[in-house]
């Protein structure tokens, strides 16, 4: 399982590799991801009064504190997915003869963009300039850039460094001194609020905090390590077996660290950082085995078309585009549902908004228009 990389071995790795090829697992990995991120028929399903539908439903909302729910898996898959694509993105720009200089610029450029995006959500939401730190795009500038950062450095000092930030959280959770702020579980009372009441002046209502891109940093750092697994030469049993491996190690560490560091998705500690990177590692490789090795390619290219352009879809939800389309589809499923009742148009109103999401992304595909940061 040894997949270590020197400096010199990556770059005639990289440079030895066709800039056209590209992992159709990943844009799939990625599109059903943002798919599932911006659906909008989860609240309606959490009011079922069928049990199923509802269990369902709140299957895509997070725990109030301790527990696991699948949503706690989006924003791992999605920083995970970033880690994943960074080597093959770097491959493409070192082929077309740019140095490791203007690449590093380039991740610096882009992570503060990423951190301005943040803020600037916050802000058009509020109607006011906000500083607040909670939001993926924020934490995403922290863990791209450190992963960035250590794509080069040896696989071992990868994994090391990694694990580090998840056992430097779990020490200043259970060890941190202030009063008022030692208690390492227990909403609003813990390290990482103290953190924010330094950085914003406040706590988070419900007690999500900033120092999540600290522990989360590991997702896109063990995604750079897939990158550079699926990119190396080795056959793709081999690669297979490494990832599910690792992420099989990672799901029963998570599992046996629950016990003793309960999941607690709102402070990222260690069990759930674990857990949840365990099934990113799996589901990869299941992707890839299903989508390019086996080349059952129709169904996942249609959730694909989503993952080419990730940054647009969500931010075109984020400031209410979801909600627009929503009321643009209203008139045709009152029109063509009217005989089945409210919850049933509901329901096809959130369906067909979920197709116009789709379709706007395709739209973009077929004129091939990316955008990109």
């Known amino acids: 399982m040894n997949i270590n990389y020197n400096r010199n071995k990556m770059t005639e790795n990289i440079s030895a590799q066709k800039t056209s090829d590209r992992l159709l697992s ?26 199923v539908i509802s269990w369902l439903g ?40 740019e140095t490791w200089k203007k690449l590093y610029f380039h ?11 943040g803020i600037a959500y916050y ?17 995403l ?69 900033a120092f999540n891109a600290v ?12 990158g550079l697994v699926l990119q190396s030469d080795r056959t793709y049993k081999q690669k297979i077996r490494i990832l599910v491996i690792a992420g099989i190690i990672g799901i029963i560490a998570g599992l046996a660290m629950s016990s003793i560091t309960p999941f607690i998705k709102k402070i990222g500690t260690s ?20 989508i390019d090795i086996k080349k059952i390619q129709k169904v996942p290219m249609f959730f694909a078309i989503v993952g080419m352009n990730p940054l647009f879809i ?4 984020q400031v209410g585009g979801g909600k627009f389309l929503a009321h643009i589809a209203k008139p045709f499923t009152y029109g063509l549902f009217f005989w089945s009742g409210e919850t049933c148009i509901a329901y096809m109103n959130g369906l067909l908004t979920w197709f116009l999401l789709w379709y706007i992304c395709y739209f973009l595909y077929k004129n091939k228009i990316f955008i990109k940061i």
């Open 58 to 97: 709140w299957q895509f909302e997070h725990p109030d504190w301790i527990g696991i729910h699948f949503w706690d898996f989006v924003e791992p898959f999605f920083m995970f997915i970033v880690g994943v694509a960074i080597p093959f993105s770097v491959m493409k720009r070192v082929a077309r003869g």
């Open 271 to 290: 069990s759930i950082i674990l857990e949840t990177g365990g099934w990113c590692l799996v589901l990869m490789a299941f992707s890839y085995w299903l």
């Open 26 to 51: 990943l844009d799939f990995f990625r599109g059903l991801t943002m798919f599932l991120l911006i659906g909008p028929i989860y609240e309606l399903m959490q009011e079922s009064e069928n049990g």
């Open 314 to 317: 969500y931010l075109f939800c």
């Open 141 to 209: 500038s922290f863990t791209y850039l450190l992963a960035f950062l250590l794509l080069r450095k040896p696989v071992k000092v990868q994994i090391i460094i990694s694990l580090g930030l998840l056992l430097l959280t779990e020490l200043l959770y259970r060890f941190w001194p202030v009063e008022g702020f030692n208690q390492p579980f227990t909403p609003g009372q813990n390290f990482g609020s103290w953190v924010d009441m330094k950085l914003m002046g406040f706590v988070e209502k419900s007690h999500w905090v």
């Open 123 to 139: 802000s058009v939401s509020a109607g006011k300039p906000v500083f607040k730190l909670w939001n993926v795009l924020t934490q």
């Open 215 to 226: 522990p989360t940093a590991a997702f896109s750092i063990w995604g750079v390590l897939t």
């Open 107 to 117: 991740a610096v450029k882009r992570a503060l963009l990423l951190f301005f995006l």
